[in-house]
């Protein structure tokens, strides 16, 4: 995308919906599935060895290389102060009625209000592994780790619940989060960034390069040129992008359906898992724990869920490689402006977009990734057990945005949209409702919806711009540590 897409704004709602061809969900008549809560990671903590223990070839810690360090995947005993910092890692799942003959049931995975966002679970499972290295070699660990926001909101939520817990002290655990400046309005204050001690060890950088995905390379040469100069003088860093340190926590989303709503169950119907997606990283985590439940023969193949795709039009790379097998910008269908509305259009792809304000617009700066290396995976997965792609709007997000409120009740979505900081709850739920319109959901498979994130201003309190150090260079980034 060129560099001057379009991001959905932050205090303005645009004038002008959808046209009612993009047809509002609506809630039906409540299904009789059950509803139920859990704490993914205490619940199922006996699990999470097997689910590792398959997605992981090599689980001992990583020390030869420096820049290659992991501190293996031991977790600590599950005492009352480790249950005690793992307290936030709770899901509901939430029958939500019917839209178009298909019941729909929300996997709400936001109830952290420290993040408001999936990425709670695997960043306390990161989190919880560290503990257990620094308290089993006493060697402390700094972690290092990219993100467009989220992913590092989580992990320093999780860093400071484990200092609260006990588990560490602040010397001994440290996380380093480098994010794009895009996605400045995401990044929230806490005591990690007020105090002035925490703040130094564990310091929030803003990336000010013209692509928030250069993120990646940039904390990657930093940790190659300077992590062996830090393990020197006793100091772990940990490059913690991988996608094993995910999958292994969000395996237990299959638990969980297990426990509440099996698919195995006695008139139980097909069922499609709908996600809004960057890498896919949750889904593939979810497929990784029914493989888990198959192989304990506590779940059949035959019963696996298929999965769709939802992602926006500023990287639709993945339902792209899912229908086409490359990432060739070709394959985007030609959009049309329509001066009568400001809106432009296109009719020859129904996985697309119909209506949109700009062709090139950032919905969400959160799903920022091009060309992800989980493609392959995820479309051998939907090759396998069924499941499609579909890209959404903001035009399509604002039409339906009234009807989703009434579907998910209560406050779940604010009144006001332009208060929403995180879209992906709206971006799935405007997807599955697009792709039942237009017929890419087979017949009769209920839906399963993971409300990935969800959250607006009136949720957090934004990180003070003092708080936070531009770098644009590895030497930025190794004077920001350091200091």
């Known amino acids: 995308m060129p560099n001057s897409a379009t991001t959905a704004p932050a205090t303005t709602a645009p004038a002008t919906t959808a046209p ?37 070839p090599d689980r001992e810690p990583l020390t030869a290389d420096p820049a290659a360090f992991s501190p293996g995947f031991a977790l600590p005993e599950l005492d009352d102060r480790v249950r005690h910092f793992l307290a936030a890692a709770t899901a ?16 709400d995975l936001t109830g952290n209000p420290g993040t408001g966002t999936t990425k709670t679970f695997a960043s306390l499972l990161i989190v919880a592994r560290a503990v257990e290295y620094v308290r089993r070699t006493g060697e402390p660990v700094v972690i290092f780790s990219p993100t467009s926001a989220n992913k590092g909101v989580a992990l320093r939520d999780a860093v400071l619940r484990a200092i609260d817990a006990g588990l560490v002290e602040p010397e001994q655990l440290r996380v ?5 400046a895009s996605c400045r309005q995401k990044l929230r204050a806490s005591r990690l960034s007020e105090d002035d001690r925490l703040r130094a060890l564990n310091p929030l950088l803003l990336y000010g390069g013209a692509n928030p995905e250069g993120v990646k390379p940039l904390g990657r040469e930093y940790v190659d040129q300077y992590a062996p100069a830090l393990r020197r003088d006793g100091l772990n860093v940990w490059f913690s992008l991988q996608l094993g340190n995910y999958l292994t926590a969000d395996v237990a989303r299959a638990f969980f359906e297990h426990q509440v709503d099996p698919t195995d169950a006695t008139g139980a119907a097909p069922r499609l898992h709908a996600h809004a997606v960057s890498s896919a990283f949750g889904l593939l985590g979810y497929h990784q724990g029914r493989a888990v439940l198959e192989d304990l023969g506590l779940a059949t193949r ?23 097998g490359d990432f060739d910008h070709a394959h985007r269908p030609d959009y049309r402006f329509d001066p009568g509305t400001g809106l432009h259009r296109q009719t020859a792809d129904p996985r697309f977009p119909e209506v949109t304000y700009d062709p090139d617009e950032v919905l969400d700066p959160t799903f920022y990734t091009r060309r992800p290396i989980t493609s392959p995976a995820m479309n051998e997965l939907i090759a396998t057990f069924g499941g499609d792609g579909v890209v959404v709007s903001l035009a399509e997000c604002v039409a339906r945005y009234p009807a989703l409120r009434v579907l998910l009740g209560g406050d779940r979505l604010p009144a006001d949209l332009r208060t929403l900081r995180e879209w992906s709850l709206v971006m799935a739920l405007t997807g599955v409702c697009n792709a039942i319109d237009r017929g890419l959901v087979e017949e009769g498979r209920d839906i399963v919806v993971h409300g990935s994130g969800c959250y607006s201003t009136a949720d957090y309190e934004p990180m003070a711009a003092g708080a936070m150090t ?9 004077r920001a540590v350091s200091g």
Do not use: C
């Not at 380093?176 to 794009?180: E, K, M, T």
């Not at 035959?302 to 086409?324: E, I, W």
């Open 20 to 56: 009612a061809t993009t047809a509002p969900a609506t809630a039906g008549t409540p299904a009789p599935a059950p509803g139920g809560s859990a704490n993914l990671l205490t619940d199922f903590y006996d699990l999470l060895p097997k689910a590792i223990e398959r997605a992981v």
């Open 470 to 478: 531009p770098v644009h260079t590895v030497e930025d980034v190794a």
């Open 176 to 180: 380093v989060v480098l994010a794009p």
């Open 92 to 107: 509901q799942w939430l029958p939500l009625g019917e839209y178009g003959g298909h019941r729909l049931t929300l996997l």
């Open 302 to 324: 035959s019963t696996r869920p298929a999965s769709l795709l939802v992602q926006h039009l500023g990287t639709p790379d993945m339902v792209v490689n899912l229908r086409h």
